[in-house]
Structures are given as C-alpha cells and as structure tokens.
C-alpha cells in the first residue's frame, strides 16, 4: 500500500490556495476527497479527546487512514523515561479512531542523543499498543547506527526518514513499514519540492512498494502551502 498526503490539514494559510470556496467546517472532508491519509501534527501540541478522534473517523471515508504525532510529553519532557502511563493515555484516547488509525509517529528531541537501554524500554512498553504500527523520528546522529536498527527491527518499529534543512535524515529502513516525512529540502517546512526531487521520492517508493513493503509519506511543508500540491503530484507519479 502507497499513502501519501499532508501533516495535518487544518491551516487557515491554506484557505485561499488549496480550499478555495470550501468552508472550514467541510476542510477535512474535501482533504478527504483528494488523499487516502493524513498525519495528525496537533497531538504533538495537545493530546486531542476521544470525542474529536470519533468526529474524524465519521466524516472520512471507510478506507481513509490516519498517522498520528504522540504527544511531546513523553518524548520531550520526560524524554521516554517511565513511558507506560504516557503510552496508555495515548492509546485511550486514539482507540476512537478504531481501524482507521495506521501508525503512531514517536519524534525524539533534536538535542536526544543515543541511549539504548532508554529506547528499549520505551519498546517494550510499546507492547501495551499491539494494534497499531510504530515509527520513531530520530533527530540526534548518534541514533544513526546498526545497534538502533536492529533493536527497532526486532520490535517492527519502523525508522521515520526525515527530509528537512535544519536535521540529518537516517536513511534506514527497519520493518515492512516505510514511513517518510518531507518537511522542505531547502527550507524546513517551507520550501516546495521540485519536480526532479518529487521524482527521485516516487521511484524509491515503487521499489519499495515492490518489495512487499507499505509507504507512508506526509509533506509538513505547510508554512506556504506547497505541501497538498506537493503531495497530489507525487501520487501522480507513484
């Protein structure tokens, strides 16, 4: 399977660009007549009520899917130690979005350097959350080697390749899961990708594809809305 749309939706830069004469109140449903998936950024802000994940899952369509960014409490506060409380409130909370949600995205702290007995407990108690698939977003280098891979692989825990200016991207791939997030090669979260680059981007994902492996890829090049336009031409071409 090949998804490919947006990190997130909701912008009001975007009214005037991509939602022309659609009201805010249809946004989602008009995203969701153009894409199969969306990656939730917002619950990295503020971990949302069960009430919103159930009036996302009733106004997509049935085979519409959604990644969602966990909360940054666990990742960037307490920095994945202690994690069961963190993950569990997590799950309850997005268990509305029932079989529509696909993956949990885990973004670590740009300044996280490796620490492989914190990672492994944080695995583990990933356990609690079976139904669901996992990608982490390294963002520290020193994560960028075998011993990581292999800890993620034997998890199935997939490796979150992140394209942007202002961080390292570790080009690794760990499960049947390719989880991809381009935030803007030249400026970070804002720059469009060019036709070549979106090319380059689609002949990885058919060999992967090829492979038996699912792809996932969201733009977060939202800032001048290059990112649903971006993304409509890279499914164009995949």
Not at 52 to 65: A, C, I, L, M
Not at 72 to 89: A, F, G, Q, V
Not at 105 to 131: C, S, T, V
């Amino acid at each position: 399977m090949i998804s490919i749309g947006t990190s997130g939706w909701s912008y009001p830069h975007w009214q005037d660009h991509f939602y022309t004469g659609a009201a805010r109140k249809d946004w989602l449903k008009f995203y969701a007549e153009r894409f199969s998936t969306v990656e939730v950024n917002g619950t990295f802000y503020r971990l949302q009520s069960p009430s919103t994940f159930k009036k996302w899952y009733d106004e997509t369509p049935p085979t519409f899917r959604f990644a969602i960014k966990a909360n940054r409490y666990l990742t960037h506060n307490k920095k994945l130690l202690d994690p069961k409380p963190s993950i569990l409130i997590e799950k309850n909370h997005a268990e509305a979005l029932g079989d529509k949600l696909a993956v949990v995205l885990w973004q670590l702290p740009a300044l996280l350097k490796k620490d492989l007995p914190r990672l492994q407990g944080f695995i583990d108690a990933l356990q609690q959350w079976p139904e669901t698939r996992h990608s982490i977003e390294f963002r520290h280098p020193s994560w960028f080697d075998d011993e990581t891979a292999d800890c993620l692989t034997q998890a199935n825990v997939a490796v979150c390749l992140s394209d942007a200016e202002t961080w390292p991207m570790w080009d690794r791939v760990t499960t049947n899961l390719v989880y991809i997030r381009l935030h803007g090669h030249a400026r970070a979260y804002v720059s469009s990708y060019s036709k070549s680059e979106l090319a380059y981007w689609a002949e990885r994902i058919v060999q992967w594809n090829t492979q038996g492996k699912d792809v996932h890829v969201y733009f977060d090049n939202d800032a001048e809305c290059a990112a649903p336009f971006n993304a409509l031409a890279l499914l164009g071409i995949s």
